[in-house]
């Protein structure tokens, strides 16, 4: 892998690091793949269908998320690391084909898909062998990729109930990788200003579906229906509620500190607070569709509209008792 052999020191932070402009073109990718998923599940508006995307749309998120705490620890902006993140879109292009029908036709791709992004972050930790202090880390995320990497690439050979268990099973490792990593939260610390920031932005490319999906509840049918223009005003008042209660309110994407184990804790909390967020939203953005061109409205319907909904209160009630913590 042409790794230096010579130790030294982990970089430093840089107070008022951003995102840059390649992370914010990395994101783009994620746009596409979750409106794959949205659309597909706006199309299959059942309990089914609800379990199915928010598996899916976890797995596609914890890509992300092992790409950003791996940027926010560890780029300096080298060709190498380009040059893998490069390959690491093309295979999210792999995954958003495959996940509009990843439980029937695609399934395959989609699990090729997540298998060779695993892959690519295991390379990506292992090339960052270098800086002295991290080699635990490192091990440990090279490890857990590795291992994922074989469940995905093996389930793609399953028939359909195997396969998705092997799913679960590699999406129940992402959970749970944040304690498995815990121990080098504050000796190898994700920047404490640039991955609340990135957090935000995986937060706007849902709201932005969310906005999406006005415009798609309003354009589905003919002409406009009043339970159509309803399911759109309902939607956009929802979406605007969310971003205030998240940027606003709670204020989820300021610093975190990790000055101590009690911070990493935090922390961990803090990140574990935005799943109920990230499958609400989408649930919202999906649901507004289904609803808006559904002939009529059903209580099962409604019920799940609800209930996906009620993720989002639940999550920010995380989010603020989190900050409340790290004040």
């Not at 961990?268 to 967020?277: K, N, T």
Request: a positive charge; hydrophobic letters at 55%.
């Amino acid at each position: 892998m042409n790794t230096p052999t010579t130790r030294i020191d982990l970089p430093q932070h840089v107070h008022g690091r951003k995102a840059t402009w390649f992370e914010l073109f990395f994101d783009l990718a994620f746009v596409v793949a979750v409106a794959q998923l949205s659309g597909a599940y706006a199309h299959h508006f059942d309990w089914a269908g609800a379990a199915g995307s928010a598996l899916l749309l976890m797995a596609m998120w914890w890509c992300w998320l092992g790409h950003t705490f791996h940027a926010t620890r560890f780029d300096q902006q080298r060709p190498d690391q380009r040059s893998l993140w490069l390959l690491q879109i093309v295979v999210v292009t792999v995954i958003a084909y495959g996940v509009s029908d990843a439980f029937g036709a695609r399934g395959s791709a989609f699990a090729l898909g997540l298998a060779a992004f695993k892959l690519l972050l295991a390379v990506a930790y292992l090339r960052e062998r270098r800086w002295r202090g991290a080699h635990g880390l490192i091990r440990a995320y090279a490890g857990l990729y590795l291992l994922q990497a074989a469940l995905w690439a093996a389930s793609a050979a399953l028939p359909h109930t195997p396969r998705v268990a092997l799913w679960g099973l590699a999406l129940a490792l992402d959970m749970a990788s944040p304690w498995w990593v815990a121990r080098y939260t504050t000796t190898v610390r994700p920047h404490p200003e640039h991955l609340p920031e990135r957090f935000g932005l995986f937060t706007i490319i849902l709201l932005g579906e969310g906005v999406a999906s006005v415009v798609h509840a309003l354009h589905d049918g003919a002409e406009l229906q009043a339970h159509s223009v309803a399911a759109a005003l309902g939607g956009v008042a929802l979406t605007f509620a969310t971003w205030l209660g998240y940027f606003e309110v709670t204020r989820a994407h300021e610093e975190r500190k990790l000055d101590d184990d009690a911070g990493g804790r935090n922390l961990r909390l803090w990140a574990y607070g935005h799943v109920p967020i990230y499958v609400g939203v989408f649930s919202l953005a999906a649901g507004t569709v289904a609803m808006a061109g559904m002939g009529a409205w059903k209580a099962a319907h409604v019920t799940l509209y609800v209930a996906g909904i009620a993720l989002i209160p639940l999550g920010l009630a995380i989010l603020r008792a989190a900050s409340a913590k790290s004040a």
